[in-house]
């Protein structure tokens, strides 16, 4: 069971809600007026609390899983433990995470402001906002209904953040738009100065970056991430878009939607990623390329060439993922064969 004093808890419900809220179908012989009191993880679920099975990896587990009821897939069925109740789902991963935020449902901010916080007059605030300890929102900032800003977080100059926008303790965001229900993680850095410079023997020369960051809606933004600010046209990061920690996205980038970067990955000026493109971690991708729609990066890859849509790539420089396994394998043969 989840740990209280971090994660409230709502509940109980029966096990016929449970399926509701997920769409999944109760097994034959499952009572669906029974009732559950939190989600846990196979190997340590007891009989009130429900599990999933996802990966097969785990099927031993599940054999002898204490949980009182696990949602898996239909050819699962018939390897269950004597006595465990069944939600049938297609992708069991996706009902546990419907079923889990239904006992853990995102917490809305009780409005509260601060006393040390720093609000300029000419900041406009929607109703329901909480402004934490040391907190700045600067002149002209705009935050809709039931933001929460956290202990010393800035919120630059005209800002603008959609409805129940989360902004972590000591992250800071400046010359951004950004859409509702965004997550930006404590420490993220949001709108800062792309690198940009006329380089010459003479000397570096800064060139103002004049853009902006345009963030959609229902995007996270992991701990300690950047993305800076566009040069002239904007930095672009789609709905729906999960983006990890420790995250470096430069100047004019732009995420389509349902973009998943995985922690470390650096994205370079002038890129464009399609919809759904996956980037694993520490997977580096150079400048003024074009990621197709769906592609897979695997991780520590480093991307020199564009990626046509539904590719996946591997290696440094990457290539075709089939490529990269035969080049890998027959270095490690040819390793073998001189030692």
Known sequence: MADPRFFPLSGPFSLGELAACCGADVAPGADPAA????VAPLDTAG???ISFLDNRKYA???????AGACIVQAEMVGRAPAGMALLVA???YRAYAQIARRFHPQPAPEPWIAPTAWIDPMATLGAGCRVEPGAVISAGAELGEGCWIGANAVVG?????GERCVVGANATISHAVVGCRVNIYPGARIGQDGFGFAMGPQGHLKVPQLGRVMI????????????DRGAGPDTVIGDGCMIDNLVQIAHNVQLGRGCVIVA??????????????????????TGHLHIGAGARIAGQAGVMRDVPPGGTVGGSPAVPMSEWLRQSALLGKMARRKG
Do not use: C, M, W, Y
């Not at 990955?265 to 980037?279: E, K, N």
């Open 90 to 92: 297609a992708d069991p």
């Open 35 to 38: 009732r559950f009191v939190d």
């Open 264 to 285: 470390q990955v650096g994205i370079s000026g002038s890129t464009r990623l399609g919809d759904f493109v996956a980037a694993a971690g520490q997977a580096g991708i």
């Open 216 to 227: 959609g809606n229902d995007v996270e933004i992991g701990a300690n991430t950047t993305i």
């Open 47 to 49: 009989p009130h609390e």
């Open 157 to 161: 100059s005209g800002v603008v953040l």
């Open 60 to 66: 031993a587990q599940f054999e002898v899983s204490k």
